[in-house]
């Protein structure tokens, strides 16, 4: 699953331009602050990279896994076997 914070998403398109994929789509609506959000048209695309999360420079992109486990919650599960 991809989440998009449409509060922190200014609309730079990173993630459209960066996903190897082609996941994302322009949205045609605006938000509350006039941007055009970036949406998930191809989600079964998806490889779950992570591109879009390392790209995007407001942290507005969370990329789950089917365990619904993001980037962030599986590197601490590795720290804790430390």
Request: charged letters at 40%.
């Amino acid at each position: 699953m991809i989440k998009i914070d449409s509060e922190l998403c200014k609309g730079c398109d990173l993630c459209i331009e960066s996903c190897p994929r082609h996941v994302y789509q322009k949205s045609s609506k605006e938000n509350k602050k006039g941007v055009y959000l970036p949406f998930p048209e191809n989600e079964e695309k998806c490889n779950k990279c992570h591109l879009c999360e390392l790209m995007c420079p407001d942290q507005a992109i969370t990329v789950e896994d089917e365990d619904g486990h993001g980037k962030d919650d599986h590197d601490e599960d590795i720290n804790d076997d430390k």
